[in-house]
């Protein structure tokens, strides 16, 4: 799974197929035609209503797609966070931690390192993960797998 580049109707198509959902029933359930089922097939992108209906149906979490990209490819920035303490705003939104890896996310990213595809010091500066973080994931992978 490429976390950077996806194409989510792939996604759902694959998915589709895997649980062979026939098109009858999806078009109920996402209140829907065949011809517009085809289209969320071919699209890059989904409204978030409609893509809330897919991961019901197909039993899938399309959206921890994004939040893996969003964790990888859009670093929070630590300015913002500094200027917002300073001047005593609370933006309303909730805040949430960016160290919280899941298991497919560690996976993907050793699995990276395993194959070569970058080395240890480019995880660190392209994604962002702490170095201890990153030692911690492979110190344990090794010792689990040996």
Known sequence: MNFKNFH??????????????SATRLTKFMKC????????????SLDTLVLL???KI???D???IYCHH???YAPVPEYSKAINHEKGQNIGLPQFRKNI?????????LDMIRTEKKTKLQVIEEYGIPKTTLYKWISKRTVIKS
């Open 8 to 21: 989510l109707g792939k996604l759902i198509k694959n998915r589709v197929q895997e649980l062979d959902i």
């Open 33 to 44: 035609s065949e011809e517009e089922l085809e289209e969320m097939y071919l699209s890059e």
């Open 53 to 55: 209906r897919w991961c």
């Open 58 to 60: 197909l039993e899938y």
């Open 62 to 64: 399309f959206f921890r």
């Open 70 to 72: 969003l964790i990888l």
């Open 101 to 109: 890896y899941s298991e497919e996310l560690i996976d993907y990213i």
